[in-house]
């Protein structure tokens, strides 16, 4: 009888192990979605930037060689109900811009063929006869000062960096539109 009792017990101490292991699995799961929802609750937040110029329609020109760049800008101005036309290289933005309708120009620096720089003189000259100024923001890599002003005095307006920030991003166009009006 007492062996017995002592199984029991045994068993029960077993029983329960298995019981604190389910808890613990449990809370460890418990930790993991509570850590995935946090990450989504971030997300989230970001995504409610408050901004004046976010649901406006925009029709904006991305100038961009490189195509991983080329998809998250796509996605990240789509997602703000932008509309978005790529060039390839300086040219194509050359040319895209002369058949007009753009708000704005997402303009990468370093491009083939006919860099950001180059692109950017070519439609600031052209637009000395026609009397317009499309808004032109660098997208570059570098966030060095003598950047900055190497794009400023090729004729851009602002100057944001890769890989797209919204926020940034935001700042930049919002102040921008505020001086054109
Ligand atoms: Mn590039």
Not at 53 to 63: F, Q, V
Not at 135 to 151: G, N, Q, R, S, Y
């Amino acid at each position: 009888m007492e062996l017995e009792a002592k199984i029991r017990k045994q068993q029960s101490v077993k029983i329960s192990d298995v019981l604190i292991k389910l808890v613990k699995r449990s809370k460890l799961y418990d930790n993991i979605v509570n850590a995935l929802l946090k990450k989504e609750k971030t997300k989230v937040r970001e995504a409610r930037i408050e901004s004046a110029i976010k649901g406006k329609p925009l029709k904006i020109l991305l100038a961009e060689d490189n195509l991983i760049s080329q998809k998250l800008a796509v996605r990240i101005l789509e997602k703000q109900g932008w509309k978005v036309t790529v060039a390839n290289n300086g040219k194509e933005a050359v040319e895209w811009i002369e058949k007009n309708g753009f708000d704005l120009v997402l303009m990468d620096v370093q491009m083939p063929e006919m860099d950001g720089l180059e692109a950017t003189k070519e439609i600031r000259e052209k637009e000395k006869i026609t009397g317009k100024h499309i808004p032109i923001v660098a997208l570059t890599a570098h966030a060095f000062k003598e950047d900055e002003e190497k794009c400023l005095s090729a004729g851009m307006d602002g100057y944001t960096t890769k890989p797209i920030k919204i926020q940034e991003l935001f700042k930049t166009i919002e102040n921008i539109l505020k001086e054109k009006q």
